[in-house]
């Protein structure tokens, strides 16, 4: 809260770079039907006990229990799990069905009736609503199954897009404008306020006009309309001294739903005047555009029936050295998983949840093929042009397996071919009338773009369309290069055309994998951080094009 006493104002926001937002929390309802009955004169009393597994770890820990429900092989229980869901994590679930005979909350001391295990995403991707699993693993007998329905636990993803005016704001100086800003502040529980959002510094300016900007209404005001906000108007210095308050206002999500009008005139009055002789205010802001966006969730558009389309693109160019020999990045060793491959496994691993009919299209470039010797920046790993795509991550590994026993390493690094194929793919989604889709195109190399210009062109075409392209660098060279195409900072941009979105994301393997790590957390962290901008690109399309999810499943009953 700014007072007299409060420090001076910095406008700096800053985050826990450590923390991860999740994309979604999540909400399981667990049935059970036709399960087991252990007890003899009566039926059973099943109780269900969640179990997670840690990331990149084998071992499970308890993270809760439903009630017991008496005598029924068919319960519904009433207690939900509710989990926070990561995309770029696989979320590993194990549901256990015990028949509770006693008090005891050893679960030894009660009848194991099965279990069954899945991940977070199978559940919120899995068509008809309702998750079902067999159960196994009992001492009597197989018998029965689970059925899990994930729902969003409801939090408010809406913006407002506004903009504001100020006229007559006073200023003491008489030699300069004012560079003023506004800062929103949102009211917590305990009556302070903390800093939320701000607008961009209008230069010299008395009467500015800020820009129109979306607000997270989260952000804002926690989902909670009537909660009061309170802004901030500042006079911006660039010497680094202390930002001049001008005065501020209050208002209110509710209030601003109003729209342009006298409701949405402010009086900006400095907390040190008010109530001063003859003081009335510092100058009056303005809303001067409203406008509420709805928008949708990445759990909205995979229960709407959004399908994630995962391609992978392979570099055989001859830097990756003789794959007959140890040396080589191709190398296929008896028992250990060369980095190709544990890259395939990591991200493939995680997306094979979203992808319905788990056929994978598999690309390779930069080899020359059988039987003629052709050179080719764009082939089907299975030598099946017609149908390039590998059932399961199993069948993309053994794809590429036999590939590298049949080719001949050569180059040069050319990624605009396979990008413009991956492309046309998802045009080709666009203009049909079939369900929603999303491609995910993970291309795993050893060394620098040849084709730099032509890549960063396909890139920027590209990002028009419902595409993201993951690259993975495996080896020990120089890719700093690659860092011009994953647009974090700066918006990549070709010919004079910028992209609409930064839809690339690049990594370098060896960040994952050093020596003496686990090899189980580096595949999970590199699945985290090449995965965590995902949903953020999916919905973030879909917005751009005004495309709302699709109707979700009935309920199950």
């Not at 009736?113 to 079902?132: D, H, K, N, P, Y």
């Not at 693993?137 to 899990?148: E, N, P, R, V, Y």
């Not at 555009?289 to 994630?308: A, M």
Request: glycine share 6%.
């Amino acid at each position: 809260m700014t007072s007299a006493s409060a420090p001076p104002f910095q406008p700096s926001f800053s985050a826990d770079s450590n923390y991860v937002q999740p994309v979604s929390t999540i909400e399981i309802s667990v049935s059970c039907r036709d399960i087991i009955d252990a007890d003899v004169f009566s039926k059973s009393d099943p109780m269900v006990v969640l179990f997670v597994q840690g990331l990149g770890s084998k071992e499970w820990r308890e993270f809760g229990r439903t009630e017991a429900i008496q005598n029924t092989l068919n319960p519904d229980f009433v207690h939900k799990f509710v989990l926070e869901y990561f995309f770029e994590e696989r979320q590993n679930l194990r549901f256990d069905v015990y028949d509770i005979d006693n008090n005891s909350a050893d679960l030894s001391n009660h009848d194991f009736l099965g279990r069954a295990i899945c991940s977070l995403g199978e559940i919120v991707s899995s068509t008809g609503s309702t998750f079902q699993r067999e159960l196994k693993g009992s001492a009597f007998k197989d018998k029965g199954s689970i059925l899990l329905r994930a729902e969003e636990v409801d939090s408010c993803k809406d913006t407002i897009e506004m903009s504001f005016n100020a006229r007559n704001l006073e200023n003491n100086s008489w030699f300069s404008k004012l560079d003023p800003f506004l800062v929103f502040l949102r009211c917590n529980e305990d009556n302070r306020f903390t800093v939320c959002e701000k607008t961009e510094v209008a230069r010299k300016n008395d009467s500015p006009n800020w820009r129109r900007k979306e607000y997270p209404i989260q952000k804002l005001c926690n989902g909670d309309r009537d909660r009061t906000i309170k802004v901030e108007v500042y006079d911006y210095h660039s010497n680094g001294s202390s930002h001049s308050l001008l005065g501020e206002f209050q208002t209110s999500v509710n209030r601003l739903e109003h729209g342009v009008g006298s409701e949405n005139i402010y009086e900006c009055v400095h907390p040190e005047k008010r109530g001063k002789k003859k003081y009335k205010n510092s100058g009056l802001v303005n809303l001067t555009y409203y406008k509420f966006h709805k928008n949708y969730s990445f759990v909205e558009y995979l229960r709407g029936g959004l399908d994630l389309n995962f391609v992978v693109a392979i570099d055989f160019t001859g830097s990756n050295g003789n794959p007959s020999q140890s040396t080589s990045l191709h190398y296929i060793h008896p028992s250990q998983p060369n980095q190709y491959a544990l890259a395939i496994q990591s991200v493939g691993g995680i997306i094979q949840d979203y992808d319905t009919d788990r056929m994978f299209p598999t690309f390779g470039f930069g080899a020359r093929l059988p039987p003629d010797g052709r050179v080719s920046h764009n082939f089907a790993v299975n030598f099946n042009p017609a149908e390039p795509s590998c059932y399961g991550i199993d069948g993309v590994l053994t794809a590429y397996q036999q590939c590298i026993r049949s080719v001949q390493l050569y180059g040069p690094t050319n990624f605009a071919p396979i990008i413009n194929t991956v492309a046309q793919m998802a045009q080709e989604s666009v203009s049909s009338s079939r369900k929603l889709q999303y491609f995910v195109l993970l291309m795993i190399t050893d060394g620098v773009i040849s084709d730099m210009e032509a890549t960063k062109h396909a890139i920027v075409m590209a990002a028009r369309l419902p595409l993201s392209i993951i690259i993975v660098g495996v080896g020990s060279d120089d890719f700093e290069a690659m860092d011009v195409l994953d647009g974090d900072h700066v918006r990549l941009e070709s010919r004079g055309v910028k992209a609409e979105r930064d839809i690339v994301q690049f990594v370098p393997f060896r960040d994952y994998v050093k020596s003496n790590s686990n090899m189980v957390m580096s595949q999970a962290r590199l699945a985290k951080d090449v995965l965590a901008e995902v949903p953020d690109q999916v919905t973030g399309y879909m917005k751009s094009r005004g495309i709302a999810p699709g109707p979700s499943p009935p309920a199950y009953s």
